[in-house]
């Protein structure tokens, strides 16, 4: 079965660079999220889109932007890296409400702050 | 806001015992889901089982089932007949059923050893 496409699988930045950050959804999925996980902390949740519009919004910083494509993929924009952005980003698609409401995990993508 | 709490930060079970993982939560909402994630060392979040609110009859898929007791806002994970693979860190979620798009609150994770 098809699973969420997370890409790069793993990136290093330096401070006050800026890292783009791809999801590809399982297909037929409307909804993304973002979640950001610390070493050592449960994920947290940052920002979803369902339909292509923002549907809820956690603590994400300014920093960062997100959007989500018409093909259903989403893009997490992050600017001027600070050392606290290393983490496991993991991006998460669920499908019609109609069906499940379970979120299905990408693999994440590693960020290194150097 | 709601909050999911997980007071036991590490558990272990023998190989072929069974074990249980507690988590409460803290809601005003009525309807909402529940759900129990692991993460083994890949770092992969796996979905193990899931719980609607308005379902009073406990989940259960395989070896795992669930006590959910709402009125205590108690939703405790059972793993029976542990194996080796079970080892890793477990997250009790909380997700809201009345919008599209709702985030996944998660408790703060329970390490679980499986020794052989």
């Known amino acids: 079965a098809a699973g969420v496409i997370q890409s790069p699988r793993h990136l290093i930045k330096e401070k006050r660079e800026t890292a783009t950050l791809k999801c590809y959804p399982i297909?037929?999925?409307?909804?993304v999220y973002w979640y950001q996980q610390g070493p050592g902390q449960d994920p947290q949740f940052l920002i979803s889109?369902?339909?292509?519009?923002?549907?809820d919004k956690g603590s994400i910083p300014d920093r960062f932007s997100a959007q989500q494509f018409s093909d259903y993929h989403s893009e997490l924009n992050m600017s001027s890296l600070e050392l606290g952005d290393s983490a496991l980003y993991f991006c998460?698609?669920?499908?019609?409400?109609?069906?499940?409401?379970?979120?299905?995990f990408g693999p994440g993508t590693r960020l290194t702050v150097t | 806001a709601q909050t999911v709490t997980q007071s036991q930060p590490e558990m272990s079970v023998q190989e072929a015992e069974t074990v249980t993982l507690s988590c409460t939560y803290d809601?005003?909402?009525?309807?909402?889901?529940l759900f129990w994630y692991k993460q083994p060392p890949s770092r992969q979040m796996i979905l193990v089982i899931r719980?609607?609110?308005?379902?009073?009859q406990n989940a259960t898929e395989n070896r795992f089932s669930v006590n959910f007791q709402k009125a205590a806002k108690s939703f405790s994970l059972k793993i029976s007949d542990s194996q080796l693979g079970d080892a890793a860190m477990y997250f009790c979620?909380?997700?809201?059923?009345?919008?599209?798009?709702?985030?996944?609150?998660f408790g703060e994770g329970t390490q679980l050893t499986v020794n052989p």
């Open positions: 719980q609607e609110a308005y379902k009073q």
């Open positions: 809601t005003s909402e009525s309807d909402y889901y």
């Open positions: 889109f369902y339909e292509k519009m923002q549907s």
């Open positions: 998460a698609s669920s499908p019609p409400l109609a069906e499940k409401y379970e979120q299905y």
């Open positions: 297909p037929r999925h409307d909804t």
């Open positions: 979620a909380y997700r809201s059923a009345h919008t599209s798009g709702s985030r996944l609150t």
